[in-house]
Structure formats: structure tokens, C-alpha cells
């Protein structure tokens, strides 16, 4: 509906920001998301077979997703109507539906866009099941964290995901390039602080082209260049894309891990420091270090839990930022150790065994007798004293007597230390098939 701000003609007469200027206004033109809006896209197959079902935009922010929705709604002829999950409630969508209605009585549909979807609860995404289900409404939700772990299952079944991606370079130099056709001048920045820009806005297409009008603001047309300090200077950092209780987190700590696994100092070092300039609590990371040095070196390095808990006694020590070096060291040490899960995985199938095999009792032998009855009831006969025998082995049974075939639980393999326990659990094996006669 056109407002009177517009209908005097005002609009076109006001000051409108750069990233507004350089809205596409096809679909054809939204950058970066070619997978989607090319010409073999997802959503450009979708118009052309002349069915659009409801979606779920799932990507970054600045990726595209508000744009792509409002130029689908002009594409598919739909009335286009706009929420967002932060500022509305039950009230604002019972409102939409209603309009939804309306607008189909009339013989036309209804494109309800809800922006960070995600922040609707259980039963306000349920609210939209009936009215996708009979058509009043086509919904495009915009999100930017997982749907698989945000919205609802029902939701979802009813709705098509697409994947937006962050902005690459090439993405991120299309938009500068629409900015300077747009201001008629090239952006006043040498090429070092070109690039340093497209890293301030960390895949954001909205972001760069807010710096790229900070910077045509800034400097005149007869202005020299800018470097990369004078440019950090003036438009200062942006924050990177990192939310401690979201799904950034998790994938950077899984890149961390995986790459301490993978024996990768430089990638783990990487994502170590992505997680500290992220603002991600040092404890947690601390933490994280001592269970990889159990979970991932083990045995192959016993010292690998001495570093990481000495590395977390540091920062206590120490505070920020110099406590972040001993975890730095902490991480560079686990990257390069050697690798072991031997001991995870005996823990893992001793755990199966004792659950699996309920309250079995020792064998009578290791068992101590403080009693008359227990000495005639058989405890602790025939126990062998380790130290009084030949190179301290007596090789008698430990385990349960139900146990009709001794279990092995603990393989250690032929790396790092776990190489000579290795060596010693086969000199007892030998002793021990000696002794018992096996």
C-alpha cells in the first residue's frame, strides 16, 4: 500500500543508505547465491515449473535472505507481507493470517516472510501448520541458525530448506564493484587496505557495502587512498561471526579437536585463536584441551594431561591475555603428540562389560578374609603375592570365574609410549601362559 510520504513523491527526494540503493530487484541479480537464484538454481527451477512451495532460508547474516524473499513474492505475483520473530507475537501473526484471508478471498496469495524464524517458540511455529497446509499462506522464514536444531519437525516436513553461503571474494568484489558504479568513483583505498575490507566484513554483503559508503563518506573525491591502518583507523573492526551459545561455537570446536586429532598444529592454532577473538570463555577451552589429552593421546603421551592441566593452572595464574600463550602451547603440544584412543576405547568396552554382566564377584582368591567364616568360605586361599614371585608376576586370574575366556579390553597400539606398554603387556601375556599352563 503506498503511504503519503510516497505519494507526494518525497521517497525518491530522501536520503536512502547505499546497501538500499544496491538492492537487486530481480532475482536474477542477488549476488553470491547462484546455487539458488542462477540459472540452474534451486529456486529459479522452482518458478519455472510454476510451483513454489513454502521455505526455510537458512544462511549468514547479509547473505541475501530478506532480499530473495521480497523478490520472490513480486516474481510469484504474491502479496507480500513481513514479520519479525523478535518484535511480534500470537497477536501479530493472528493479525497476518487474518489479512492472509482477506487477500485469498480475492483471489490472490499471501508470500508472510518471517525473519529469525528460529526465535519463535514451540507453539507459535505451529500456529503457521494450518494455514501453509490449506495455502492461505506461502511462509518463507529467514534464520540463521540450524532449523534442524531450531524449528519445529512439523515445520520443517511442510517446508523446503535452502542454504544461503556467506559471501566469498568474488561475491564481496561484485558488491564493491556496484558500489563505485553507484557513487561514480572507484573506492578511495589502496589494494592491501582493498583487502583488509573484504576481511572486516567476514562474508557479510550488507556489512561491506556499509563500510565501502563509511569510506566514500570519509574521503573526498580529490582524497588520496586510504591504507590498511588508516582504513582499521576510520571505520574500526567488525566483530566476527561468533555466538558463544550457537551453532558457530560447535563448529569451531569441533574444527579445533578434529584438527589436534589430525595432528594439524597450524589448523588447530588457527581455530583456537577464531574461538579467543571470538570472546569464547578460556576455562571452556582449557577444559577442552585436558579431554583431548585423554580422549585423543592417551597412554601414547601421559605428559599430554600434565601440559594441559599445567597450561590451565597458568592462565588461572597468569590471567588474559598472557595466560593464552601456556594454552596456545597446550594446543600445539596435543596437535604434535602422538595419537592414541586405546584407552577411550578399553573405558568404553569395560563400561559395556560391567553393565552387561551385572554384580559378579571377584574370584575368592584376591579377596580378603577379616573373618573366620570368610577364611573357610575359601577368601583369599591360594593368593599369590606379586612381589614374592619370579620378576614380581604371580599371572593368577583377576577376573570374575563366570568369565569363561579371559577379555581383552586395552590394545595399545605401536605409537609413542603406549609402544613399550605394549611390549610389557606381551612379556605378561608370555609369563602368564607359562604359569597357567595355557
Request: hydrophobic content about 40%.
Amino acid at each position: 500500500m503506498t503511504n503519503l510520504f510516497e505519494a507526494a513523491g518525497l521517497e525518491k527526494a530522501a536520503p536512502r543508505p547505499l546497501a538500499d540503493r544496491l538492492r537487486p530487484q530481480r532475482l536474477a541479480d542477488v549476488v553470491g547465491q547462484d546455487h539458488i537464484v542462477g540459472p540452474e538454481g534451486t529456486l529459479t527451477r522452482m518458478l519455472k515449473a510454476g510451483r513454489v512451495p513454502s521455505l526455510i532460508l537458512w544462511g549468514p547474516p547479509g547473505s541475501g535472505k530478506t532480499t530473495i524473499a521480497r523478490l520472490l513474492a513480486g516474481e510469484t505475483n504474491l502479496a507480500f507481507e513481513q514479520l519479525s520473530a523478535i518484535f511480534s507475537g500470537v497477536a501479530d501473526l493472528r493479525k497476518s493470517f487474518d489479512r492472509a484471508k482477506m487477500q485469498r478471498e480475492q483471489g490472490r496469495g499471501v508470500l508472510l516472510f518471517i525473519d529469525e524464524i528460529h526465535r519463535f517458540n514451540r507453539s507459535q511455529q505451529d500456529s503457521f501448520l494450518p494455514h501453509m497446509e490449506d495455502g492461505t499462506i506461502t511462509l518463507v522464514g529467514a534464520t540463521t541458525e540450524n532449523p534442524s536444531f531450531e524449528l519445529n519437525a512439523a515445520l520443517l516436513s511442510r517446508a523446503t530448506v535452502l542454504t544461503l553461503n556467506r559471501h566469498d571474494e568474488v561475491a564481496l568484489d561484485r558488491l564493491l564493484e556496484r558500489a563505485e558504479t553507484e557513487m561514480g568513483r572507484k573506492l578511495p583505498l589502496d589494494a592491501d587496505a582493498r583487502e583488509a575490507l573484504k576481511g572486516m566484513a567476514d562474508g557479510d554483503g550488507r556489512a561491506i557495502i556499509n563500510l565501502a559508503e563509511d569510506v566514500f563518506a570519509a574521503v573526498p573525491d580529490t582524497g588520496a587512498p586510504l591504507d590498511r591502518e588508516m582504513l582499521v583507523k576510520l571505520v574500526q573492526r567488525r566483530a566476527p561471526l561468533y555466538d558463544k551459545s550457537r551453532e558457530g561455537h560447535y563448529n569451531l570446536i569441533s574444527a579445533l579437536h578434529k584438527s589436534v586429532r589430525g595432528s594439524d598444529p597450524d589448523a588447530a592454532l588457527y581455530y583456537f585463536c577464531r574461538m579467543l577473538d571470538g570472546g569464547e570463555d578460556r576455562l571452556f577451552l582449557a577444559r577442552r584441551l585436558v579431554r583431548m589429552a585423554v580422549e585423543d593421546i592417551g597412554l601414547a603421551d601421559p605428559q599430554a594431561l600434565v601440559v594441559t592441566n599445567a597450561a590451565k593452572d597458568a592462565f588461572d595464574f597468569l590471567g588474559s591475555p598472557e595466560g593464552e600463550l601456556a594454552l596456545a602451547e597446550a594446543v600445539i603440544y596435543l596437535a604434535t603428540a602422538p595419537k592414541s584412543n586405546a584407552n577411550y576405547v578399553a573405558y568404553k568396552a569395560a563400561m559395556r562389560a560391567a553393565k552387561e554382566h551385572g554384580s559378579l564377584s571377584p574370584p575368592k582368591t584376591i579377596l580378603n578374609a577379616p573373618t573366620k567364616l570368610m577364611e573357610e568360605e575359601g577368601y583369599g586361599s591360594d593368593y599369590r603375592y606379586d612381589h614374592d614371585e619370579p620378576d614380581a608376576f604371580s599371572g593368577q586370574n583377576y577376573f570374575p570365574d563366570a568369565f569363561k575366556k579371559r577379555p581383552k579390553y586395552y590394545e595399545p597400539p605401536e605409537r609413542g609410549f603406549e609402544r613399550e606398554i605394549k611390549k610389557r603387556l606381551e612379556y605378561w601375556a608370555k609369563l602368564r601362559r607359562e604359569r597357567q599352563g595355557d
